[in-house]
Each structure stands twice: as C-alpha cells, then as structure tokens.
C-alpha cells in the first residue's frame, strides 16, 4: 500500500512524505503506483524549479521507494503546489482506497 503522510502547521503543509507500493497490479503494470509516481515526481520537479531553496526534496527509488518534501521556508509559492498535490492525491485515493492511504498531522 501507499502511505502519503501531510504534516500541518497551523493552515500550511510543511511536509509531505510518499512511501511504498500500490501493488495493484504485477510490476511495470501497476497504475495506481504510476499514478502516484508522476504525481509526486512533478510536485518535486515543480519545488524544484519554481522555490529551489525553499524546501528539502528526497526522492529514493527502488524496493523501498520514498519521495520526502520538508517545507524551510514557506514562501507563498510553496502552498499552491502542495495543495494541488494533496488534491490530485485525495483525488486518486478516492477511487482507489485499497491501494493509497493518506494520513494528515499536526505537527
């Protein structure tokens, strides 16, 4: 399954973590990881293009896959994007619960 862990401050993400597998269909076939993949990886093309130095990106492939967004500096740029991400996450999640978790936190 995959966890999508948004932690909260108050009214703004400072973190967005994306961990494991879908496992909704055999490897290379699996859409909802796909899905999940190209929504994350474009948040962090997006940080990174647009606010480089306001936020810490991790992006780690493999049997344990991670994608980790730590929010330093909460420029008005940043919030938008990683509301649209949540958004677009919800969204997916929605019609594939079984397969996408997605736990909020104050922190």
Do not use: F
Not at 16 to 42: F, K, M, P, W, Y
Not at 96 to 104: F, V
Request: proline letters at 4%; glycine letters at 4%.
């Amino acid at each position: 399954m995959v966890t999508v862990t948004v932690k909260w401050k108050e009214q703004s993400i400072i973190g967005l973590r994306v961990t494991g597998h879908a496992n909704s269909a055999e490897v290379g076939q699996d859409l909802v990881c796909a899905s999940v993949s190209s929504i994350a990886t474009g948040a962090l093309n997006a940080l990174d293009l647009i606010v480089h130095d306001a936020c810490e990106l991790t992006l780690v492939n493999g049997p344990d896959p991670l994608i980790d967004i730590k929010v330093k500096h909460n420029r008005p740029e940043v919030q938008p994007i990683l509301s649209a991400v949540l958004i677009q996450l919800k969204t997916l999640a929605e019609s594939q619960s079984r397969y996408i978790r997605i736990q909020e936190v104050q922190s």
